[in-house]
């Protein structure tokens, strides 16, 4: 069993950056393939970002060049550093882990955090 914790949401201007963290309990991150999705009001939630098993990086194209995802085995913890946020980009975050070896889709993911709140204001 995994569990995952959200940290580091919050309100921010347009234009600002936040660094979201996933604390997981149990297995190693590095078994996994961990992926941040987001789901705002009225819409599915969706796919931002994945760190494979091997380390392969994966992006929705809305959020190339300004969203970095990461990992620490040693914390293991999963990062989301978000910049040039808009606000668009309101949304709750989730972390989530796949016992696959690659996962992009919401049906591959096995575990899941309860989300945390980010929110841009124009």
């Known amino acids: 069993q995994v569990q995952l914790v959200e940290s580091g949401g919050g309100l921010v201007q347009a234009g600002g950056s936040l660094t979201l963290s996933c604390l997981s309990s149990g297995r190693t991150i590095s078994t996994y393939a961990m992926g941040w999705f987001r789901q705002a009001p009225g819409k599915e939630r969706e796919f931002v970002a994945g760190i494979m098993r091997s380390g392969s990086l994966y992006y929705a194209d809305a959020m190339k060049g300004r969203f970095t995802i990461s990992r620490v085995n040693a914390k293991n913890t999963v990062y989301l550093q978000m910049n040039n946020l808009k606000p668009e980009d309101t949304a709750v975050y989730y972390c989530?882990?796949?016992?696959?070896?690659?996962?992009?889709?919401?049906?591959?993911?096995?575990?899941w955090g309860q989300g945390i709140q980010v929110t841009v204001s124009s």
């Open positions: 989530a882990a796949s016992v696959l070896t690659r996962a992009t889709m919401n049906r591959n993911y096995d575990y």
